[in-house]
């Protein structure tokens, strides 16, 4: 009975399970977000990625295994708020990611900062307490030696001025050997007061209290400056008096005298030069190494346990002005790479603290890399990623760089570059055939060696003078083929015009070896490519790039097109074409491979040949185009795979993944006005009236 009690209950009843049904889901969802929160869970649905970390942030977060903390310090509040709130999102990241890091932000600006920064640097220094403990009293007994040095060196000027005096006059050039002796008398004196005010002024470098931080840099400067010269000096005055004291026809008392002050002098000397040598080897403390940052109340720490290095970032890199912001359009999103990427590099000094040493070879007459433009931001890239970078030309045959002496176990990778395809073809003696053979005899003795490589090659016009490629034949033994002889070329049709074209643009063949997951998808740029082949070794061996079959062909008439400058080839009467039978037209065509051969009682050697010169030179690795007006790399994957390939060499395949600055190219290519016009609308007004038709058809159905 539809009595009003009932309606009342009723409604009490459906407003009881409204209710309950809110309190629900409002419950759920609350849940459900800390639940997310608690887990880390972070969903990105944007096409770049640009919402989660880059896999080779990850990588380096989870070599974590200390706990690490990010300071940033300076007038934060004075700073643009977009590289502030950029900063923070990543650091706010980093932090769900690992749960070993931790970060920071001090505010030198307000009125708690400056306390808050001295509490920091208290801590800094007490962090390093024991290799400043060390390094004080090594400092501090260098200076008792320099004192002592100083008082022998005065007690000896008497004596050679004493020589002077008692040389006879029969003595042959006798002027002269007075002139000489009362000379070095008065530099052993000045020599003497040097050492002596040296040692003091280290010694009162420590007296000042009110420093924040140790004096060691100063004091190691004020013992070392002229410190070399003094020695040098020294072990002269010591030759010359030797050769005094066994002259003939002089004085007896003369040349006792003159023995006696040198076996003195050495000792003088010796002392000197060990103390030298031990004050050379002193490694900077970390905290003193981030000084001058840390004194001018801006810096981007990162810091570890005590042992491990104290890494410092820039911090004017982090926040720059916002004139600078503005000019480079203002977008968050390359704000965040930015600081992503910079705070990564600082946190792989400490999660990895081994840097590979990386020589480049090559058979150029001279070093070049300081002159030449186009390595600068090889260099700086590289520094970046902590690769100590060195230059060995072995054509002017000097000795082969050595790692840093503070890094001696830093493994040791060599990137071979080729000489070029002109002065391979050259038969002068400086250039040419000659230096080509002395760079593949330097190749064959580091395969030889066990030494890990990346070689990369380049036509070889040797086949024309009836010469085998030494360079390719270094390989042969790891079970690499090259056909140096045959670069591979394309028909590109553009306009409506076809033309040959030897260069390529390709992707990264799929497969288990950590560098191809590094650049999977990632246009990599290969100028004048050469194939090669496994030759079935017992070797491990990955292709890294490959030309499939039927997209080009091997050429062997190529050498008129590789000395025609791009833009006359058009003129060309005749373009090379896949016709000869000295071709070849069967692919596919590997262009890069890695190779991993066992080696008795060592680590496996690694080799990776790539089929084309600069791939990693500025003019292509760090070429840039604007894509949706932010700049990006036109292919990225060539530094991708620059840095892959010295990883993998020194062995660091923990370090191996993609980096920030290709996690926000886009791999969809914008949508056309047109197209974009059309699914707004299909958006706005296609789904009302979707919904206007199923209601349509369901009122029909029923009916």
Known sequence: MNTPHARRSAAARWALRTALTITAATVSIILAMWLTDQAKIRLDVTATRAHQLAPQTSR?????????????????????????????????????????????????????????????????????????????????????????????????????SSIALNLPAQTPNADNLRKYFRQRASLLRVTSENLTAASASAKEQFLDTTQKLPPLIEAKTSLTRGLSETISALNQLAHDLNEFSQAEGMNETSTSSAASITDQLLQVHDALASTSDQLQLFEPVDVLRVASALESQSAVLIIGPAGTPLAAISFDRIFPPARLIDAAGGARADLTQNAERLIAIGLSAIASPINPTVIIVHGEPRPFFDEAPGFQQLFEHAAQKRFDLKEWAVAANPPMPQPQPTTPNSPVVFIVIPTSVDAASTQDSASGVKRTAALATTLTTLLDAGENVLLSLTPSPLSALGQPDPIAQAIEPLGILADTARPLLHMDVTSGTSRVEPDWQLLAAPGDNPIAQAIANLQTYFPWPVPMRATGSDNSTWVLYQIPAGAGWAESDWQTLYRTPRQYRSLMESSPTPDSDADDTQGPWPVAMAVQRSMPGAAPQRLITIGASGWFFDRIAQNQRLIDNRAARTWPGNLELFDASIRWLAHQDELIARSITTQAIPMIRAIEPRKLSLIRFLLIAGLPLLVLIIGLMLKITHR
């Open 60 to 160: 380096i977060l989870d070599l974590l295994d200390q706990p690490v903390r990010c300071v940033i310090a300076g007038p934060i509040s004075t700073l643009d708020r977009r590289a502030v709130d950029a900063a923070r999102t990543v650091l706010d990241r980093m932090e769900r990611a690992s749960q070993n890091l931790t970060h920071t932000f001090i505010d030198t600006a307000s009125s708690q900062g400056p306390g808050d920064f001295d509490q920091l640097i208290d801590q800094l220094v007490d962090r390093d307490k024991s290799p400043i403990a060390e390094q004080t009293q090594a400092i501090l007994i260098a200076a008792d030696t320099l004192l002592q040095a100083g008082t022998a060196l005065q007690n000896l000027a008497p004596s050679l």
